[in-house]
C-alpha cells in the first residue's frame, strides 16, 4: 500500500486512541466507567448506537453482500422504526427508571435470580460470538492486503483493542463512535463519487445493468419463512429481532442506560429510526455499484488470494484453462453489457409514447437479454472455481467478505484507500471495544459482584472489569477464526443473534404481564431456547430471522401457561 495511503491510517488511529485515553480520565468509579454517570447527551448516545452497528462487518460483509445480492437486503431493517417506537414506551422507562447497570438485573428484581443468571449467560455468549465476528471482518482486509495468515491479522485488531477498552470506559467508547459515523458516512459517498466517475457509462445506464440482474429489486412481498431477505420476514421477524437487540442487549441498552434522561434515551432510539435504513441503503448500493464497475473491467476469478493461491499451487493448469474460459465470457459480457446501456440511454431518450414498436428499444431489449446470459455464464465459471477452491483448501468457499477488500486495494486512488481502511479498523475498533465493555458490564456486575463478592471497592470492580475484558477478547479472537468461513459476515452475526436473541426478548415481554412469575420465565426461557435449536438444527431451511419471533413466543406460551402454579414465588408485576 502507498505510503500515504499509510499516513492516513497511522494519523487517524493514533488521534482515536489518545482522544480515548484523554476522555477516559477520572472513570474511578464503576457508573463513571460503565455508565459515564448517565450525562450523555441524546445525540451522541445516538450516533453510538448507529456507529455500533455500522462496524467493520457492514463495511465489508455488506457491501459485499451488495455486490452480490443486490439491495433486498434492506428489507432486514423495516421492522427497526416499529420496534424503536415500541421500546420508547416500554422497556426504556421501566430500566431507566429502575436504576440498573444492566438489562439483567430488572429481571431479578421482576423475577428471580436465576431467571437473570440465565439471561446474562446468554447474553455474554451471544455478544462474545458477535464480537469475534466483527474481530474478523478487519482480519479479512488485513489478509488480502499484505497475505498474512489470518490468525496474525485477527492478533493484529484483536489486541489492541482489547488494551484500548481495558484502559477506557463508555464515555471514551461513545465519543469515539461519534467521529467514526463521520468517517464512515465520509467513506462511502466517496466511493460512490469514485466509481461513478471511473465507470464508461452513466448512473442512469449504470442502474439500468443493475436492475436487470435484479440487484436494485428491494421488495418481496412473498411469504415465505424459507426465505431471509422479504418483505415480510423484515417487518415481523426483523421487529422481534430488533426489539431483542435495542431493548435487552446490554452493548445497547448500556447506551441509553448512560443518557441524561428518558426522553434523552428515546430521542437516540428515535434517531435509528429514522437514519439506519437510508444509511443501510448505501452501504448497499456501494456494493452494487462495485458490481456495475465489474461489468468493464476485469475481476478476479476468485477474491480470496489465499484461496486463489492454494488453487494455482495444487490445479495451476485446470485453473489456467478456467481462467481463460473466465476471460472469454468477461469479454463477451462486458461487449453486451456496453451495448445495452448505450441502447437503453439512446431509447430512453427516443422513446415516443405513440410509437407501437420501437427499433431501439427493441435492439436494447436484444443487447441486454445477451448481457444477462454472459452473467449468467460468468457466474457459472466462478461457481466451478469456487468448488475447485473448496476442494483444495477444505474450506467453504464464499468469497463475498473479499469483494470489497479486492476492489479498494487494486482500484481506488491514493488517499481514498487510506480513508477507506482507516475508516474499517476504526469502525472495528470502536465496535469492539463497545461489545467488550458490555460484556466486562455484564460478567461484573450480574455474575462476579452479585454471586461472588457482593462487597467490594470501586477499585476492585474496576480491576475484575478489566480483566474480563481481557477474558473476552480472547474469546472472541478464537471465534473470529471459525467466523470468517461461514460466508457473508453480515449474516452470520445476525444468524448468532437470532438464535439468542428471541428467547431473551420474550422474557423481558413476559415481565410486562401481570400475574407471570418466576417459575414461568426461567423455564420460558429454557423451552425458547430448545426449540430455537430444534427449529435451527432440525429444519434448516427456516429462515434466521424467523428464530426470533419462535423464541419470544415460547417464553412468553410457556410462561403464561405457569403464571400462579407456585405460591412461594414472589416475583412481582412490572410496577415494582
Request: charged share 15%; proline share 4%; net charge neutral.
Amino acid at each position: 500500500m502507498h505510503p500515504i495511503n499509510w499516513l492516513i491510517v497511522g494519523a487517524y488511529l493514533a488521534y482515536v486512541v489518545v482522544d480515548g485515553i484523554r476522555r477516559a480520565r477520572g472513570t474511578d468509579r464503576i457508573e463513571g466507567y460503565f455508565l459515564a454517570d448517565r450525562t450523555l447527551p441524546w445525540w451522541a448516545v445516538g450516533l453510538s448506537v448507529m456507529a455500533t452497528q455500522l462496524s467493520a462487518v457492514t463495511m465489508i460483509g455488506t457491501t459485499g453482500q451488495g455486490a452480490t445480492d443486490g439491495l433486498r437486503f434492506v428489507q432486514f431493517y423495516f421492522g427497526l422504526p416499529l420496534a424503536m417506537v415500541i421500546l420508547g414506551v416500554t422497556l426504556v422507562p421501566f430500566l431507566r427508571g429502575a436504576g440498573v447497570y444492566t438489562a439483567y438485573e430488572y429481571l431479578e428484581r421482576r423475577f428471580d435470580a436465576r431467571t437473570r443468571t440465565l439471561a446474562a449467560f446468554l447474553f455474554l455468549l451471544s455478544r462474545g460470538m458477535s464480537c469475534g465476528v466483527i474481530i474478523a471482518a478487519p482480519a479479512v482486509v488485513f489478509s488480502a492486503l499484505f497475505g498474512w495468515p489470518l490468525i496474525w491479522c485477527v492478533a493484529l485488531i484483536g489486541i489492541p483493542t482489547v488494551a484500548y477498552t481495558m484502559l477506557g470506559g463508555i464515555q471514551a467508547v461513545t465519543w469515539a463512535d461519534v467521529k467514526q459515523m463521520v468517517l464512515i458516512v465520509f467513506a462511502l459517498l466517496a466511493m460512490i463519487v469514485v466509481l461513478i466517475v471511473q465507470m464508461p457509462v452513466s448512473p442512469g445506464e449504470a442502474f439500468q445493468i443493475a436492475g436487470a440482474t435484479g440487484r436494485l429489486k428491494v421488495f418481496d412481498f412473498s411469504f415465505n419463512i424459507n426465505e431471509t431477505y422479504t418483505f415480510w420476514s423484515g417487518l415481523i421477524g426483523g421487529t422481534f429481532l430488533m426489539l431483542s437487540y435495542f431493548g435487552t442487549d446490554q452493548s445497547q441498552v448500556q447506551r441509553y442506560l448512560a443518557a441524561k434522561s428518558v426522553d434523552a434515551a428515546r430521542s437516540s432510539l428515535l434517531m435509528s429510526a429514522y437514519w439506519k435504513i437510508p444509511l443501510q441503503a448505501l452501504v448497499l448500493l456501494v456494493g452494487v455499484m462495485v458490481f456495475v464497475y465489474y461489468q468493464f473491467q476485469t475481476p478476479p476469478l476468485l477474491y480470496n488470494p489465499a484461496h486463489e493461491n492454494a488453487v494455482v499451487a495444487e490445479r495451476g493448469a485446470e485453473y489456467e484453462a478456467l481462467q481463460s474460459r473466465y476471460g472469454e465470457a468477461l469479454e463477451v459480457r462486458e461487449g453486451a453489457a456496453r451495448r445495452a446501456a448505450g441502447l437503453a440511454g439512446e431509447g430512453a431518450a427516443e422513446a415516443s409514447p405513440t410509437a407501437a414498436s420501437d427499433p431501439v428499444q427493441d435492439a436494447a431489449s436484444r443487447a441486454m437479454d445477451e448481457f444477462l446470459a454472459g452473467e449468467a455464464s460468468v457466474q457459472e465459471i466462478r461457481a466451478e472455481a469456487l468448488a475447485m477452491a473448496e476442494e483444495v483448501t477444505g474450506e467453504p468457499s464464499r468469497d463475498v467478505n473479499y469483494i470489497i477488500p479486492r476492489f479498494v486495494l487494486s482500484e481506488l486512488p491514493i488517499g481514498l484507500t487510506g480513508i477507506f481502511i482507516a475508516a474499517v479498523i476504526a469502525a472495528a475498533m470502536s465496535s469492539i471495544s463497545s461489545e467488550l465493555n458490555s460484556l466486562s458490564t455484564a460478567s461484573v456486575i450480574d455474575f462476579y459482584r452479585r454471586r461472588i463478592r457482593p462487597e467490594a471497592s470501586d477499585a476492585h470492580y474496576l480491576a475484575v472489569s478489566r480483566a474480563a475484558t481481557a477474558f473476552w477478547g480472547v474469546f472472541a479472537c478464537f471465534v473470529a477464526l471459525y467466523a470468517v468461513s461461514l460466508g457473508s459476515l453480515i449474516e452470520v452475526v445476525n444468524r448468532f443473534g437470532s438464535f439468542f436473541y428471541g428467547s431473551i426478548l420474550g422474557v423481558f415481554l413476559l415481565a410486562m404481564v401481570p400475574r407471570a412469575r418466576g417459575v414461568g420465565s426461567f423455564f420460558g426461557l429454557i423451552a425458547g431456547m430448545g426449540v430455537v435449536a430444534a427449529v435451527t438444527f432440525g429444519a434448516p431451511d427456516v429462515s434466521f430471522l424467523w428464530h426470533n419471533v419462535i423464541g419470544a413466543g415460547t417464553v412468553l406460551l410457556v410462561g403464561v401457561a405457569l403464571a400462579g402454579r407456585t405460591p412461594t414465588d414472589t416475583g412481582q408485576g412490572p410496577g415494582s
